[in-house]
Nanobody, 125 residues
């Protein structure tokens, strides 16, 4: 099992950038495909990006494609989300999670577990 802690959120103006980090503890980080999700007030949690165990394969939600980049460093047990050209619609609590079941290229919230506590991202217009 892996424990996850997110950081790096904050307040940024539209068009700006943020880099989110997710620190993992436990021995098995490199055994998991990983993902980023977000939840805005009054909305369901939604998929943002995912990466396979080796970091070679990535997939993104259409809404962030070309603006966000997911990456990982297995030696340091870290997962990252580089967010550029931020928009007010990106405002949400961002969570990292490990894929427990399902298929990486068809990511669903229900397929992920070991959720972190989340980090708030607020984009002002």
């Amino acid at each position: 099992q892996v424990q996850l802690v997110e950081s790096g959120g904050g307040l940024v103006q539209a068009g700006g950038s943020l880099r989110l980090s997710c620190a993992a503890s436990g021995r098995t980080f490199s055994s998991y495909d990983m993902g980023w999700f977000r939840q805005a007030p009054g909305k369901e949690r939604e998929f943002v990006a995912a990466i396979n165990r080796s970091g070679v394969i990535t997939t993104y939600a259409d809404s962030v494609k070309g603006r966000f980049t997911i990456s990982r460093n297995n030696a340091q047990k870290m997962l990252y989300l580089q967010m550029n050209s931020l928009k007010p619609d990106d405002t949400a609590v961002y969570y990292c999670a490990a894929r427990i079941t399902g298929i990486l290229l068809r990511p669903r919230v229900a397929d992920f577990g070991s959720w972190g506590q989340g980090t708030q991202v607020t984009v002002s217009s």
